[in-house]
């Protein structure tokens, strides 16, 4: 047998031919790997979406109140007619607090120079003046020893903060009409003040409207009665 003989010219030729051939079984084997039939691939991974922080809900800013604080001159004849006259006061007050706008306070008995001294004492309270009077011309008390509070009125005075000056006023009689509840003759009782008769039925009807007038002059909107 004849063996073959390589030149030795030859053999940088065969180890580049051995190389390639190697290279190209690697890359054979890798391309034929696959996932075993019937098992899954891999799940991708769970992409996370960045979500946009809550929107915070706008708050209604509170709406500031107007402070008032309510006196109140009762004429000493009406204590002879009426026994708690100064009720007048407080059913005044109790209708204003009815108002969201208002802040309403009370205070001790005062007379018109006094009022004003406690509204120039104030840098934002307006000072209500409340008079419980009757008529010179016809008195309370009646020759037959009767109350007669026809011509009784309650006049009222707003008094400016700092100033004292007044911003409004007016007077009402018993004996007139009042814009919300008939009051003259027609003694109709507001189903929310339960117990009030006679004569307290009268001033109660003069408070709730002298209150409404209160509010009207400081462009507040006066609430139902009894709502």
Same mark, same amino acid.
């Given at each position: 047998? %004849?063996?073959? %003989? ?23 084997? @890798?391309?034929?790997? %696959?996932?075993?039939? +019937? ?25 500031? @109140? ?6 109140? !001159? ?7 007619? /009426? ?25 001790? +008995? ?6 004003? #001294?406690?509204? #120039?004492?104030?840098k934002e309270t307006f000072v209500i003046f409340l008079q419980l009077e009757e008529s010179a011309a016809s008195?309370?008390?009646?020759? @037959? ?5 026809? !011509? ?12 004292? #000056? ?14 919300? /509840? ?12 339960? +117990?009030?008769? +006679? ?5 109660? #009807? ?7 007038? /209160? ?5 507040v909107t006066a609430p139902p009665v009894c709502q």
């Amino acid at each position: 047998m %004849r063996r073959m %003989r390589v030149k030795s010219s030859s053999l940088p030729a065969v180890a580049f031919l051995l190389v390639f051939l190697m290279a190209q079984g690697a890359v054979e084997a @890798q391309s034929g790997r %696959r996932n075993p039939k +019937g098992s899954p691939s891999p799940p991708a991974p769970p992409t996370q979406t960045e979500q946009a922080p809550p929107t915070p809900q706008a708050r209604i800013p509170a709406q500031p @109140q107007i402070p008032l604080l309510v006196l109140i !001159d009762v004429s000493q004849n009406l204590y002879f007619a /009426i026994p708690l006259p100064e009720r007048v006061q407080t059913w005044v007050a109790n209708r204003l607090r009815e108002s969201s706008a208002l802040s309403v306070m009370e205070g001790d +008995g005062a007379n018109r120079s006094e009022a004003i #001294k406690r509204a #120039k004492a104030s840098k934002e309270t307006f000072v209500i003046f409340l008079q419980l009077e009757e008529s010179a011309a016809s008195p309370v008390i009646s020759r @037959q020893g009767r109350p007669n509070l026809d !011509d009784v009125r309650i006049g009222y005075t707003i008094f400016a903060p700092v100033t004292g #000056k007044a911003q409004s006023s007016g007077v009402f009689y018993m004996n007139q009409e009042s814009s919300i /509840i008939g009051i003259g003759r027609g003694r109709t009782l507001p189903v929310c003040y339960p +117990g009030v008769r +006679g004569n307290d039925l009268l001033l109660l #009807k003069g408070s709730l409207e002298v209150a409404s007038r /209160i509010m009207s002059a400081l462009n507040v909107t006066a609430p139902p009665v009894c709502q």
